[in-house]
């Protein structure tokens, strides 16, 4: 009969997205897409489960009723009650993409876990603990996370990266660095009062609150190769070569 998708509540109470097939009478998953909190993500999820079950399938549109072969409706009553659920697959994909980049350098599993989870749904650190439970079995406590970030500082993790991204770029033989881009952008505080780093300095959007601004270099291809934090009075112009001969 083929693949199908169906609609099934989880244990956390939000909705579950499944690819599924009769197989010999019996209903068997294929693949967890995801699980949704919101009308907004569960048509995400929906789509997602269509556009793998078409393939490159050319389908002609007869304009019917969303409600389709393809759904299958689970009745409450009979759904079968979700435990867990992990995206194994994207998970695999993010960590093995992690590593090829040389990122493992910086031997902090904790460190690529939020790293990651930041690709998947850029969120809070208290909140990203609910995401990497979505992605792997075993989630971090929030104190942990917040423990990565001394190292992070202690450890000079920047510099870590950066050396990998430098590798990465000049050994796969891509556009290589003799030509480069370079961006600036500013960050706001609500704070009332300047430090060392957040200055008040000049805003396109004549804005007052301290600031800091941000330096990112990237090869010709966009791929990054190195970012830089400043102080936010310091002029743009200032800090190019920095970050060039970092």
């Not at 997205?17 to 009769?22: I, P």
């Not at 960590?95 to 749904?121: I, N």
């Not at 992605?135 to 450890?155: A, F």
Request: net charge neutral; glycine share 8%.
């Amino acid at each position: 009969m083929g693949l199908k998708f169906r609609k099934a509540p989880t244990g956390s109470g939000a909705t579950g997205v499944q690819l599924v097939e009769w197989v010999s009478g019996r209903l068997v998953v294929r693949e967890h897409l995801g699980s949704a909190h919101t009308p907004g993500e569960l048509a995400a999820l929906i789509e997602v489960a269509k556009q793998r079950i078409q393939g490159d399938q050319q389908a002609l549109d007869l304009e019917l009723s969303e409600r389709g072969a393809a759904v299958i409706d689970v009745p409450a009553a009979t759904a079968a009650r979700i435990q867990q659920s992990t995206a194994r697959i994207l998970w695999q994909g993010l960590t093995g993409t992690y590593s090829r980049l040389g990122f493992d350098v910086v031997g902090d599993p904790v460190f690529r876990d939020l790293v990651l989870c930041r690709v998947v749904e850029p969120t809070s650190k208290l909140d990203s603990v609910r995401v990497l439970g979505e992605l792997e079995t075993k989630p971090p406590h929030v104190n942990t996370l917040y423990n990565c970030l001394q190292r992070v500082v202690g450890r000079d993790y920047r510099s870590l990266i950066a050396t990998a991204c430098w590798a990465h770029v000049t050994r796969t033989g891509g556009p290589g660095v003799a030509l480069v881009l370079y961006d600036l952008t500013t960050l706001y505080f609500e704070a009332e009062k300047e430090d060392d780093l957040r200055k008040v300095g000049m805003s396109k959007e004549r804005k007052v609150d301290p600031q800091i601004t941000v330096g990112l270099l990237v090869a010709r291809d966009g791929f990054p190769l190195d970012v830089h934090v400043f102080e936010g009075n310091k002029a743009e112009t200032k800090t190019l070569i920095p970050v060039i001969t970092a």
